[in-house]
Nanobody, 115 residues
Framework: QVQLVESGGGLVQPGGSLRLSCAAS????????MGWYRQAPGKQRELVAVSSSGGSTKYVDSVKGRFTISRDNAKNTVYLQMNSLKPEDTAVYYCNVKTTLQTYWGQGTQVTVSH
């Protein structure tokens, strides 16, 4: 069973930065997408950013120009660099990895943007 271990969440002031990391507990084959979702209180979970195996990336409009997704395939790790954070970015962030056989989710890490 593969586990995704997330780290890097926390409390940050508006305008600040955080870097989220998500590492798989073991090597995974046939990964075709790695990404991040978030869920704010009272809202549905939404896709924040995704990186496909072909190298393309996609972002939700609200984070374009502020967030950057990257991945280290050798380490089965995906990162989310978040800059210029806003209070509306406050949410639980979930790592997501899709293989040809299964979809995996991390446990979630809280990101709070507040004074």
């Amino acid at each position: 069973q593969v586990q995704l271990v997330e780290s890097g969440g926390g409390l940050v002031q508006p305008g600040g930065s955080l870097r989220l990391s998500c590492a798989a507990s073991r090597s995974m084959s046939s990964i075709y997408a790695m990404g991040w979702y978030r869920q704010a209180p009272g809202k549905q979970r939404e896709l924040v950013a995704v990186s496909s195996s072909g190298g393309s990336t996609k972002y939700v409009d609200s984070v374009k120009g502020r967030f950057t997704i990257s991945r280290d395939n050798a380490k089965n790790t995906v990162y989310l660099q978040m800059n210029s954070l806003k209070p509306e970015d406050t949410a639980v962030y979930y790592c997501n990895v899709k293989t040809t056989l299964q979809t995996y989710w991390g446990q979630g890490t809280q990101v709070t943007v507040s004074h």
